[in-house]
């Protein structure tokens, strides 16, 4: 169980500071505004214009962490024509201790988003868990290198890995590769990262890159789709 600091953002969301890394769970700019636009608004709006008529997008996380990725998409397709099927995974689960602590559903504050925010983090891990009638979860406890993933499966992988700085391992080419793999053609990467060494790596292993406008706080971010 890592050792976490709670902190307030620039737009009054939560994050945790790891405090034996020094590292953030968000960007201090805004930890929902940041979710909300590098995943929700780049990565699930754009793969949802890419494959408008699949009545089940299939979506990969790499980081579970606080599930305020989770929880905001479970949010966003509640009503929408189409389910998400969301795969999540996490090598060191928080403790429901820190999680309660959490001030999203006080910032999205209707009794639906609370009741799902709740059902996210109640979902039993490593199997797959029915949210609501537009949303499953599958949480997945253990290391990317370590767990099977479906080759040719995931239609858009949220990565959302602690930064290349603090964990290099998880940017690794090995580990691009197990998402390329994982990914059906014409899928969808998402990051917050702009790195030059990162965006080389993608194309090494296959992906095609494309730079974006960064969320509050940051110049850029990418986007990457295997071809």
């Known amino acids: 169980m890592p050792k976490v600091e709670i902190f307030e953002t620039k737009d009054g969301s939560h994050?945790?500071?790891?405090t034996d890394m020094n590292e953030t769970y968000h960007s201090t700019h805004g930890a929902m505004t940041e979710a909300q636009y590098v995943f929700?608004?780049?990565g699930l709006d754009h793969c949802r214009k890419l494959f408008p008529d699949k009545e089940v997008i299939k979506i990969l996380e790499i980081g579970f962490g606080t599930g305020l990725n989770a929880w905001l998409t479970a949010c966003k397709v509640q009503g929408e024509s189409y389910e998400v099927e969301f795969a999540s995974l996490e090598k060191h689960p928080l403790?429901?201790?820190?999680?309660?602590?959490?001030?999203?559903?006080?910032?999205m504050?209707?009794?639906?988003?609370?009741?799902?925010?709740?059902k996210v983090h109640q979902a039993d891990w490593d199997q797959l868990v029915r949210i609501s009638t537009a949303f499953s979860l599958h949480k997945m406890e253990g290391d990317i290198l370590n767990l099977p993933?479906?080759?040719?499966?995931?239609?858009l992988i949220y990565f959302d890995a602690f930064a290349p700085s603090k964990q290099p391992e998880m940017w690794s080419q090995d580990i691009l590769k197990r998402m390329f793999a994982a990914l059906v053609k014409g899928g969808v990467?998402?990051?917050?990262?702009?790195?030059?060494?990162?965006?080389?790596?993608?194309k090494t292993v296959g992906f095609e890159t494309e730079e974006l406008p960064g969320p509050p706080g940051k110049k850029e971010m990418t986007r990457a789709v295997k071809p």
Not at 95 to 107: A, F, G, V, W
Not at 189 to 202: E, H, I, P, S, W
């Open 109 to 118: 504050g209707t009794v639906d988003a609370k009741e799902l925010y709740d």
């Open 15 to 18: 994050s945790l500071l790891l």
């Open 95 to 107: 403790s429901k201790e820190i999680i309660d602590q959490l001030n999203y559903t006080d910032r």
């Open 149 to 155: 993933l479906a080759e040719g499966y995931f239609d």
């Open 189 to 202: 990467l998402v990051t917050y990262c702009a790195q030059g060494q990162f965006k080389r790596d993608l």
């Open 40 to 42: 929700l608004s780049k």
